[in-house]
């Protein structure tokens, strides 16, 4: 199993910034790719960006040029530097990871809640 614990969520006004991190526990060797869902009330999930072991990334439309994920291999975490927000950004932020694809991940985080206010 992998547990993934996010940190970093909070309140900003339009045009901020903040930054998520992710750490990763447990069986580590299962884990190749991570990366960031988020979802607000009555939307569907969506998923945000994400990276591979050899820092391959990919992004929302919604958030390029905006927002910006890394990854530390060695400390097993992955974090989400989100600059520019608006108010479409609030939602809850998963912390996510799989061993081979990004678009179904076996493992979640519990979230954290970014609210961006007009």
């Known amino acids: 199993q992998v547990q993934l614990v996010e940190s970093g969520g909070g309140s900003v006004q339009a045009g901020g910034f903040l930054r998520l991190s992710c750490a990763a526990s447990?069986?580590?060797?299962?884990?190749?790719?991570m990366g960031w869902f988020r979802q607000a009330p009555g939307k569907q999930r969506e998923l945000v960006a994400s990276?591979?072991?050899?820092?391959?990334?990919t992004y929302a439309d919604s958030v390029k040029g905006r927002f910006t994920i890394s990854r530390d291999n060695a400390k097993d975490t992955v974090s989400l530097q989100m600059n520019s927000l608006k108010p479409d950004d609030t939602a809850r932020y998963y912390c996510v990871a799989d061993k081979f694809t990004i678009s179904r991940p076996d493992y979640w985080g519990q979230g954290t809640q970014v609210t961006v206010s007009s």
């Open positions: 447990g069986t580590i060797f299962r884990v190749n790719v």
């Open positions: 990276i591979t072991t050899t820092g391959r990334t």
